[in-house]
């Protein structure tokens, strides 16, 4: 499956922003779907995930409260509605396909990688 994520920018804090990563070449409702970032300097890391039906999501501490996850299996796009940005949120962001568990793509463990989209948040 390919992914291609968008609905980056650069913003001020406590603006919103949202992304979108649509699939193709494959069967988007078979897949877990998450969304991670990359800051300067760091791992990448989880943001959250959402399983096929969208029944199940789960979110990194950091983004708890100010970030949702959805997904439209009709359109085959996953979504990060990111609201209360912080400087701290300034990175890449990579959206991903899992055809394993919830529970496993928390520790990076997915099958497909989007292209990521910069995130800046300025102070």
């Known amino acids: 499956v390919q992914l291609q994520a968008s609905g980056g920018g650069s913003v001020q804090a406590g603006d919103s922003l949202r992304l979108s990563c649509a699939a193709s070449?494959?069967?988007?409702?078979?897949?877990?779907m998450g969304w991670f970032r990359q800051a300067p300097g760091k791992e990448r890391e989880f943001v959250s995930g959402?399983?096929?039906?969208?029944?199940?999501?789960n979110y990194a501490d950091s983004v708890k409260g100010r970030f949702t996850i959805s997904r439209s299996n009709e359109a085959n796009t996953v979504y990060l509605q990111m609201n209360s940005l912080k400087p701290e949120d300034t990175a890449v962001y990579y959206c991903?396909?899992?055809?394993?568990?919830?529970?496993?793509?928390?520790?990076?463990?997915?099958?497909?990688w989007g292209q990521g989209t910069q995130v800046t948040v300025s102070s």
């Open positions: 991903a396909a899992s055809l394993g568990a919830l529970r496993t793509v928390v520790s990076g463990a997915v099958d497909y």
């Open positions: 070449g494959g069967t988007f409702s078979s897949y877990i």
């Open positions: 959402i399983s096929r039906n969208g029944a199940l999501i």
